[in-house]
């Protein structure tokens, strides 16, 4: 009986116990929240991060279209050239010690004159060369006519080059249709 006794007595203090309760269940909430509020700035950086990535995506897409469209217009314009254009392929050579250039339409199917060179007829190939490429410009009116030089140096005199270029290079100051190169060939 003297327990019972104690007990009825005495009265429990709930108070600390629910102000430890109360502040335990304010730490969790106040941990979720911060979690929460983590978890939205981690969810904008990400989104941030791939905004910049998508907008870097859009602008290389961009660049590639651009760059498309620019060879789409010059493959364009070198169908034009290629159908309308003529080529004509000069071809220095050298058979028995004699020197001579090779004239060819196109890149090297078609011959249509071998001239003789050496020292004493460079004016006069020279002169052989213009007007087989006038007969060209007239011939082809207002086409481009696109000669290639392909000089091996080993097989042609100083002079006759020298010739030969200069015959080239008036033809091209002369008639706005003809363009020339001239291209090592060894």
Not at 11 to 24: A, C, G, K, Q, R
Not at 80 to 109: C, H, K, M, P, Q
Not at 138 to 158: A, D, L
Request: glycine share 4%; proline share 1%; hydrophobic share 35%.
């Amino acid at each position: 009986m003297r327990l019972k006794k104690r007990w009825e007595g005495s009265e429990i203090n709930l108070t600390p116990l629910l102000d430890v309760l109360f502040s335990i269940l304010f730490i969790v909430m106040m941990a979720g929240f911060q979690n929460e509020q983590g978890l939205k700035s981690k969810q904008e950086r990400n989104e941030e991060k791939y905004k910049k990535e998508i907008s870097a995506i859009q602008d290389e897409k961009n660049e590639i279209s651009d760059r498309l469209k620019e060879v789409s217009e010059r493959l364009s314009s070198y169908d034009i050239y290629r159908n309308e254009a003529v080529i004509l392929t000069v071809r220095n050579i050298s058979t028995d010690g004699v020197n001579f250039i090779r004239v060819f339409e196109g890149t090297g199917e078609e011959e249509l004159e071998t001239i003789r060179l050496g020292l004493d007829n460079t004016e006069n190939s020279s002169n052989r060369l213009e007007a087989l490429i006038e007969g060209f410009v007239r011939q082809v009116n207002n086409s481009p006519v696109y000669v290639i030089f392909y000089c091996n140096r080993e097989k042609i005199y100083t002079i006759e080059y020298d010739a030969l270029f200069r015959t080239l290079d008036r033809l091209q100051r002369t008639y706005k249709e003809v363009f020339f190169k001239t291209m090592e060939d060894n």
